[in-house]
């Protein structure tokens, strides 16, 4: 029987590897990698092009697709600047409560399913069960964007996807996407009195804005009728817009960041392609009749997918199933659920610990909720041997 005491042993293994996502995971997936070989797992790595960081895929059961994967990243943000009561890479235990780095976000529900494994190696399983650690999560789902092709071109590809980031034990069904955008506006230098001869980098990417803005307006009258998000359509934000120096000289430079929160793909892909277009059809050729060299060029600070939610999600039945919980929610903010959605698998995030308590100094996970989340792994290796 798995027991409380034999997770806590390999979070505090976990805890112990400061995987801060600057920094190298092959060691805290070294010590994975043993766990599971140990109990006859096989288990792949696959590097980044740097080689210091990798996503590992474990897998127990028979050699197949359809079976169900528990996923996590392994990678946690800084401590800088935050302040700790006890070192933040050694597991303390006080009052029922675990506090270290990456317990609740997420290396408590890694520790769980390590930690199951060995159950899980003594049943007769009828579907494989998946554990898959990805590398650079909290920097915009760098290793899950490498992975999920991966899995999609395995001959075992993966059915259903829990992700365990902390909902508290909570079904979570559905989470907008984040994407987020730099666009650099090169004009051309001039003296304000002689507005036709420079091409003005703040004004044009004024006008960007504006269209941007127009989108904003259209996008929510395409709210699905269905939606449960709050608010119900994909909304736009412009963070930060920098250009120009003095009032008499036409700037050269400018730059606009902005983001979307596209409540389905739909939408990413229908705002992309308007502000491309308004790019490319009228304000470059407006901008180089003036002056050849002008520019636009747009940088993907990232963009991760949502999770939308669906009207059938074997995923989420099932872990409804496990848990007894009869209702699910959205939240705000984002995971890899929606990388493993778009390569078909069902998805659902639902693990141990509080949002409350993740990116915190003193971020802690109860014993009470890695309980939770042990029972609810057992019941799924009852259901994977049936
Ligand atoms: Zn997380």
């Not at 092709?149 to 590809?157: E, G």
């Not at 060299?293 to 963009?303: D, N, P, Y």
Request: negative net charge; aromatic residues 6%.
């Amino acid at each position: 029987m798995t027991d409380l005491k034999t997770t806590t042993d390999v979070l505090a293994e976990l805890v112990a590897c400061p995987t801060v996502s600057s920094d190298s995971n092959l060691h805290m997936l070294g010590l994975i990698a043993n766990r599971l070989h140990a109990v006859g797992a096989r288990v792949e790595l696959y590097h980044d092009a740097g080689g210091t960081k990798a996503n590992l895929v474990g897998t127990l059961g028979p050699d197949r697709p359809g079976g169900i994967m528990l996923s996590g990243h392994s990678d946690v943000v800084p401590v800088e600047d935050q302040p700790w009561s006890s070192d933040p890479f050694t597991l303390r235990e006080e009052g029922g409560r675990f506090y270290g780095r990456g317990t609740c976000d997420m290396k408590g529900f890694i520790a769980c399913s390590i930690a199951m494994a060995e159950h899980y190696a003594t049943l007769d399983l009828k579907r494989p069960v998946h554990f898959a650690f990805t590398h650079d999560e909290e920097i915009g789902c760098l290793g899950a964007q490498a992975l999920a092709p991966i899995l999609a071109a395995r001959s075992d590809t993966p059915a259903l996807a829990v992700i365990g980031e902390p909902t508290s034990m909570r079904i979570i069904e559905g989470h907008k996407g984040c994407c987020e955008y730099q666009v650099t506006f090169t004009g051309r230098e001039g003296h304000g009195s002689e507005p036709d001869k420079g091409v003005n980098a703040v004004e044009f990417a004024t006008r960007y804005i504006t269209r941007l803005l127009d989108l904003r307006a259209e996008l929510q009258t395409r709210a699905p009728a269905t939606s449960r998000f709050d608010p119900p359509w994909t909304t736009v934000n412009i963070g930060r817009l920098t250009g120009g120096h003095v009032p008499n000289v036409i700037p050269g430079h400018a730059e606009v960041d902005w983001e979307m929160r596209p409540v389905r793909d739909e939408d990413r892909v229908f705002v992309k392609e308007a502000i491309e277009s308004y790019t490319q059809d009228v304000l470059l050729p407006a901008m180089r009749r003036v002056w050849p060299a002008a520019g636009i060029e747009t940088t993907v600070l990232g963009e991760v997918a949502g999770l939308e939610p669906m009207e059938e999600n074997a995923a989420r039945d099932l872990v409804a199933e496990l848990t007894g919980a009869n209702g699910t929610d959205l939240v705000s903010f984002g995971t890899e659920a929606g990388l493993f959605q778009q390569i078909g698998m069902s998805a659902v995030v639902c693990g141990p610990g509080s949002i409350e308590q993740a990116h915190k100094p003193d971020e802690y996970v109860t014993g009470d909720q890695l309980e939770m989340c042990l029972a609810m792994l057992r019941r799924l290796g009852t259901r994977l041997a049936r």
